[in-house]
């Protein structure tokens, strides 16, 4: 019923920003939570960031004051603004949505970010 399509992602030097976009298409109304997760090879899958239909975010320690998460109703789109990027933000990202109208989370396809001088 939903269908979440992530990009943005690419090779940024350390100190960089980058900006990840989910567009989310489908039952867009039923979802109640959007989140980004990154995971690194060899590394556990870890939430980076979450917003909610009422708008409260929350971040993980290791990307505070440095990620934001926002989003844009009319373009069913969440973004992930990322700064002062590091070598260990390295990973792929992935867009995460929660529907009241499913069990299961919906995925996107992912987008691998690059931190690398």
């Known amino acids: 019923q939903v269908r979440l399509v992530e990009s943005g992602g690419g090779l940024v030097q350390p100190g960089g920003s980058l900006r990840l976009s989910c567009a989310a298409f489908?039952?867009?109304?039923?979802?109640?939570?959007v989140g980004w997760f990154r995971q690194a090879p060899g590394k556990q899958r870890e939430l980076v960031a979450t917003i909610t239909s009422a708008g409260r975010t929350n971040y993980a320690d290791s990307v505070k004051g440095r990620f934001t998460i926002s989003r844009d109703n009319a373009k069913n789109t969440v973004y992930l603004q990322m700064n002062s990027l590091k070598p260990e933000d390295t990973a792929a990202y992935y867009c995460?949505?929660?529907?009241?109208?499913?069990?299961?989370?919906?995925w996107g396809q992912g987008t691998l970010v690059t931190i690398s001088s």
């Open positions: 489908g039952n867009i109304a039923s979802l109640y939570a």
């Open positions: 995460n949505a929660k529907s009241t109208l499913a069990t299961a989370d919906f």
